[in-house]
């Protein structure tokens, strides 16, 4: 009985760490997220700006940009608490999270939260690309070559990625 009462508190002390491992991880990656997100909503508004004719395909990239870093943002937390093995944490941040088609149409297969985040994301990988998609593409191409038009945004993310890079999760 003594035994049981000197293992119950380490016991509970080591779930009570990974627990707070799991969420600390679980909000770096969700800034990962809001920080390419935003990213993706000022790289549009810089191609957007310089043509207006881009707004309707700026909105679908965008749309289906936020479908995939929605679906990421659910599977790292998923498989954090379910399968770690998935999430690469000792690698860097973008690269914690590889969900291939096939796996993405698994996922959509499942009916709960995770499955239906999948499904939005599987079904915008099948759809059609937009009538400006290529148009679209050019643009970024052209905007990416010419530092200039984005340095703003760009130095922002960046920075913001070295800090969540910077964060330490124990």
Known sequence: ?????????????????????????????????????????????????????????????LKSRKHHFELNRAAVDFYLKNDPSKVKTNQSIESWLQLDQKEIKSLSMNDDALGKVAKITFDDRQAPPHKQ????????????????EIDAPLKAYNKTITQISDISCK
């Open 133 to 148: 998609n290529y148009e679209l593409r050019s643009a970024f191409a052209d905007i990416l070559s010419h530092p200039k």
């Open 1 to 61: 009985m003594k035994l049981a009462a000197l293992i119950l508190p380490f016991a509970l002390l080591a779930t009570s760490a990974q627990a707070a491992n799991t969420e600390c991880l679980s909000d770096k990656y969700s800034q990962y997220v809001d920080a390419s997100l935003t990213w993706y909503e000022e790289l549009i508004a810089i191609t957007v700006k310089k043509d207006p004719n881009l707004e309707s395909v700026g909105d679908w990239f």
